[in-house]
């Protein structure tokens, strides 16, 4: 499956963006998915994840209550809204797939994910 994530930009704290991934290929609906980030000199961590059907979600600590994970089947698509942005949220996103559902193991698997797409840059503001 092709990965392609969107939707990066400047904004400044506390703002909104809402990025999109989208996928193409094999059968989108097959796949868990998942939101990671790496910020600059940091390692690549794990933000969001939800399950094939969306009936199940995951969320890293430092977003829950911000960010919302959604998923649209019918048009191979995934986001990932973020509201009250903050500094710290700045890095490059990317998304991945994975035919495997880790439930709340999602921040031990960030190196064993099937599929990546190009990441998109979020840069929050001061």
């Known amino acids: 499956v092709q990965l392609q994530a969107s939707g990066g930009g400047l904004v400044q704290a506390g703002g909104s963006l809402r990025l999109s991934c989208a996928a193409s290929g094999r059968t989108f609906s097959s796949y868990a998915m998942g939101w990671f980030r790496q910020a600059p000199g940091k390692e690549r961590e794990f933000v969001a994840a939800?399950?094939?059907?969306?009936?199940?979600?995951s969320y890293h600590d430092s977003v829950k209550g911000r960010f919302t994970i959604s998923r649209d089947n019918a048009k191979n698509e995934m986001y990932l809204q973020m509201n009250s942005l903050k500094p710290e949220d700045t890095a490059v996103y990317y998304c991945?797939?994975?035919?495997?559902?880790?439930?709340?193991?999602?921040?031990?698997?960030?190196?064993?994910?099937?599929?990546w797409g190009k990441g998109t840059l979020v840069t929050v503001s001061s």
């Open positions: 939800i399950s094939q059907s969306g009936g199940s979600i």
């Open positions: 991945a797939a994975d035919l495997r559902w880790y439930g709340s193991n999602w921040s031990r698997v960030t190196d064993i994910m099937d599929y």
